[in-house]
């Protein structure tokens, strides 16, 4: 069975502090992986994909890599308005889309 | 990307009854989906809908329950049958224009039911 799992669950960083987000899948035949940002009371918003191991993408503050296995969403130099859920999702046949339960970030001034 | 609304934004339904959440998109699309997003667990894919034709249900959710309209590229509507409190969520659409392609969320639909 498909399986998308990030953490962690919840992660909580000062202003400046950069970490990283995981999200670990076991699908056959990966797509594509891709990664949303949800504030609360809106839905998702795009803000990457990423079709095979090696690649990596940026956008701002967020840099967005993949392996075999999993995917990482580096954040360098958070700011509070970087809070937020970010959600990991793959696509393995057609159009659906199996997401994973989310990491939960708030950065702090 | 496409500009995605919703209609309602909210709403609390009483048990047995039904409630229909519109989807408007700015332009033509070629795929429209619509997601649940239950409290504590992830966005689960409800069905695919369809242009002119019934819309494709995944596994676990059923025509009768949820039955989907697409008269057009632009818009769809989902509809929640004979509500319970375990209908309770945030139900979402989201358009691609390609199946390999990234899709964009609307706003959502905060559905109580009592």
């Known amino acids: 069975e498909d399986q998308v799992t990030q953490s962690p669950e919840a992660l909580r960083l000062q202003e400046g502090e950069s970490s990283s987000l995981n999200c670990s899948y076991t699908?056959?035949?990966?797509?594509?992986l891709f990664w949303y940002r949800q504030d609360p009371g809106k839905g998702p918003e795009f803000l990457f994909t990423?079709?095979?191991a090696g690649e990596e993408k940026e956008k701002e503050r967020l840099k967005a890599t993949l392996t075999k296995k999993e995917s990482f969403l580096h954040i360098t130099a958070p700011k509070p308005e970087d809070s937020a859920t970010y959600l990991c999702?793959?696509?393995?046949?057609?159009?659906?889309?199996?997401f994973g339960k989310g990491t939960s970030l708030l950065v702090t001034p | 990307s496409a500009v995605i609304s919703q209609k309602p934004s909210r709403d609390i339904c009483q048990r047995g009854t039904s409630l229909t959440i519109q989807c408007q998109v700015d332009?033509?699309?070629?795929?429209m989906f619509w997601y649940r997003q239950q409290p504590g667990q992830s966005l689960t894919l409800i069905a695919t809908?369809?242009?002119?034709?019934?819309?494709?249900?995944e596994s676990g959710f059923v025509i009768d329950k949820f039955p989907i309209s697409r008269p057009n590229l632009t818009f769809s509507t989902l509809t929640v049958s004979n509500m319970s409190p375990e209908d309770s969520s945030i139900y979402l659409c989201?358009?691609?224009?390609?199946?390999?392609?990234?899709?964009?969320f609307g706003p959502g639909t905060r559905l109580t039911v009592t």
């Open positions: 332009s033509q699309v070629t795929m």
């Open positions: 990423l079709y095979s």
């Open positions: 999702a793959v696509q393995v046949a057609g159009y659906a889309l199996n």
């Open positions: 699908v056959s035949g990966l797509r594509g």
């Open positions: 809908a369809n242009q002119g034709s019934e819309a494709t249900y």
């Open positions: 989201s358009v691609a224009r390609e199946s390999r392609e990234e899709q964009y």
